[in-house]
């Protein structure tokens, strides 16, 4: 099979990794792909939100299988055109993908499928809001309608905080732009987060796995949110009893939903969920993999990885069954110091191949590019070392001597990734 994988970061380093072992593959591509990509696939210079260059590619190329990392192409109806040109892809239509795009549309999914989720509102007019706030009191939380880069979600911890927030982002001001037009305001849910996988066909979900990521920059969980400082896969709060309630009460029913309101899901559904006393409430859907989560996820798959999506793209997940690695994987993200601020780019990061050689261990590239035989930095997200081991605290040590490796004096990381875990395992013995 020809594949072209679309996007630049950590989790497609990891699904073209991953992609590369099989043995159905031909030729790999990824536009546009990175320095770590460029070991194990052709790199095209075609940015991941040019849609009609990469339905070009893939036409002239004759690509058998379109795979789409980020949401931003998704959105913009990349896979509704690759099919319009006869070209197979992994990954929602731009209808099903306002799952993610919009999350009054995914309150209201969620209603109609009976889905466990926060109260809500969702409201147009600021005073509206303003009442529902002093209906319900605090904490609550507020949070733009459409995709704000992750920023869009105000945790209030009273009513006060609750009221400036709809007055930023729905007054003169429009810190959000359009995505402020319209916000929803919601319950505050207690627990513990994880993050849960499921392969879609259009009809079937197949469970992947769960993982835990680390939103906070700093260690102890401070500081402000990032797209993720690492993560690690299966994690604790995930039991399988736990795993199979989500199947049942988050995914399957969102599936038959999506379908039944003509708008089917297919490719990678990504539930976010808030874990309490044993019971899962779902905290928000993403139509792609998770970024560090993917690159845990992709260390664990034992089986064909290639097989599986082309299966969900063509709608016969039944077909499939997966295996997976016994191991626990960890995940811990190198950024460039600053980040999630302002960031200084092209500074050199030296001794990759020595992280690469510590047994069990491999550093996905998620913001790099090469300059000769250099390595240099040109995101905030810089790197995604991952490791693994038989348990959460061995993966834990074959990550860090990883991280350790690594010589990059502009980088910063996480010290504590997989600590709820680790304290857990430490408590038992
Ligand atoms: P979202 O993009 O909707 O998942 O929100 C980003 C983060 O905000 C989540 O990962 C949670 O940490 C937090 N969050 C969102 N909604 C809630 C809620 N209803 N209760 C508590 N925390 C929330
Ligand atoms: N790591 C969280 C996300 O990809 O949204």
């Not at 004759?62 to 789409?68: F, G, K, Q, T």
């Not at 994880?194 to 990521?213: H, K, M």
């Not at 290639?306 to 499939?320: H, S, T, Y």
């Amino acid at each position: 099979m020809k594949v072209l994988v679309v996007g630049s970061g950590g989790r497609e380093h990891a699904l073209c990794w991953a992609i590369a072992k099989s043995t159905k593959l031909g030729k790999l591509y990824c536009a546009p792909g990175n320095a770590g990509i460029a070991d194990v696939a052709e790199c095209i210079d075609i940015g991941g939100e040019d849609v009609d260059a990469l339905v070009g590619f893939a036409k002239d190329n004759a690509i058998d299988l379109v795979v789409v990392g980020p949401e931003a192409p998704l959105v913009l109806g990349l896979v509704d055109k690759l099919e319009a040109a006869g070209i197979r892809a992994f990954g929602p239509s731009a209808a099903a993908s306002v799952l993610e795009g919009s999350k009054g549309f995914m309150k209201d999914m969620c209603a109609k499928a009976g889905v466990p989720t926060a109260a809500y509102g969702r409201f147009t007019d600021p005073e509206k809001a303003k009442q529902f706030i002093q209906d319900h009191g605090a904490p609550i939380v507020v949070k733009t309608d459409g995709l704000a880069a992750g920023k869009g979600v105000i945790i209030c911890q009273n009513v006060e905080a609750a009221m400036t927030a709809v007055d930023d982002i729905m007054g003169d001001k429009k810190v959000f732009g359009i995505a402020g037009n319209e916000i929803v305001i919601e319950e505050f849910l207690q627990g513990e987060e994880c993050s849960f996988f499921a392969l879609v066909d259009g009809e079937r979900a197949l469970p992947l796995a769960a993982a835990q990521d680390h939103k906070a920059a700093f260690d102890g969980d401070k500081g402000p949110n990032t797209g993720g400082m690492g993560a690690y896969s299966p994690t604790p709060i995930a039991t399988p009893e736990i795993c199979d309630k989500i199947m049942e009460t988050a995914i399957t029913p969102l599936i038959k939903t999506m379908a039944a309101e003509g708008c089917p899901y297919k490719g990678v559904l990504f539930c976010g969920l808030m874990v309490r006393d044993g019971v899962p409430t779902v905290l928000e859907y993403n139509i792609r993999f998770g970024d560090p989560e993917c690159q845990v996820l992709m260390m664990r798959w034992k089986s064909d990885v290639l097989e599986a999506l082309d299966a969900a793209a063509q709608g016969r997940l039944d077909d499939i069954t997966l295996d997976w690695h016994d191991e626990t994987a960890m995940v811990v993200v190198m950024a460039a110091q600053g980040y999630p601020g302002a960031y200084e780019k092209g500074t050199e990061i030296k001794n990759i191949d020595a992280a690469n050689s510590v047994e069990k261990a491999y550093v996905f590239h998620a913001g790099t590019k090469a300059d000769g035989d250099r390595v240099l930095a040109t995101g905030g997200r810089v790197l995604g070392v991952t490791g693994r081991g038989a348990s959460v605290i061995e993966a834990q040590t074959t990550t860090y001597k990883a991280v350790d490796a690594i010589d990059w004096p502009n980088g910063f990381c996480r010290r504590d990734i997989g600590w709820r875990a680790v304290e857990r395992e430490r408590t038992k013995v």
